[in-house]
C-alpha cells in the first residue's frame, strides 16, 4: 500500500501562510477519491480542515478555517496542496494528509476521520508570535 508523502511544514511567523503538499509514494491505478487535510495539536482531538472529491473536484472546508484555506489538487489528481494564510499560534499542530480510495457516496467529511484508508505520517507547523 502506497505511503502518503507530506512535505511543507515548519516554523512560520503569526500572519503569515503555510503552503503543505501531500503525495501518495507510488501512484495508485485510479486517483484517490477523497483526499483530505487534518491537524492535531498537543492535548486536542484531531480536527477536519479541508478535503477534495477528486471526481469532479467538490470541495469540502472546516466551517472555522474557509475563510483563510485553500485546498488543491494537480491535474493528475494525485496530489494535493493546502493553503493556509493569516497563520496564528493556535494554528500550531501536526499536520496530516489523508486518503480514502472510494467514496461510494461521494463525499469527503471532515467530522469522520474514520472514513479515511492511509494517513501520512504528518509534518509540523509551529506559528510564533
Known amino acids: 500500500q502506497a505511503q502518503l508523502m507530506e512535505s511543507g511544514g515548519g516554523s512560520v511567523q503569526a500572519g503569515g501562510s503555510l503552503r503543505l503538499s501531500c503525495a501518495p509514494s507510488?501512484?495508485?491505478?485510479?486517483?484517490?477519491?477523497?483526499m483530505a487535510w487534518f491537524r492535531q495539536a498537543p492535548g486536542r482531538e484531531r480536527e477536519g480542515i479541508a478535503s477534495?472529491?477528486?471526481?469532479?473536484?467538490?470541495?469540502n472546508y472546516a466551517a472555522s478555517l474557509r475563510s483563510r484555506t485553500t485546498i488543491s489538487q494537480d491535474s493528475d489528481l494525485n496530489r494535493v496542496t493546502l493553503q493556509m494564510n493569516r497563520l496564528q499560534p493556535e494554528d500550531t499542530a501536526m499536520y496530516y494528509c489523508?486518503?480514502?480510495?472510494?467514496?461510494?457516496?461521494?463525499?469527503?467529511?471532515?467530522?469522520?476521520?474514520?472514513?479515511?484508508?492511509?494517513w501520512g505520517q504528518g509534518t509540523q507547523v509551529t506559528v510564533s508570535t
Open positions: 507510488s501512484y495508485p491505478a485510479r486517483p484517490n477519491e477523497c
Open positions: 489523508a486518503v480514502r480510495r472510494v467514496a461510494h457516496d461521494g463525499l469527503c467529511r471532515l467530522t469522520r476521520d474514520s472514513e479515511y484508508d492511509t
Open positions: 477534495v472529491y477528486t471526481v469532479d473536484g467538490t470541495r
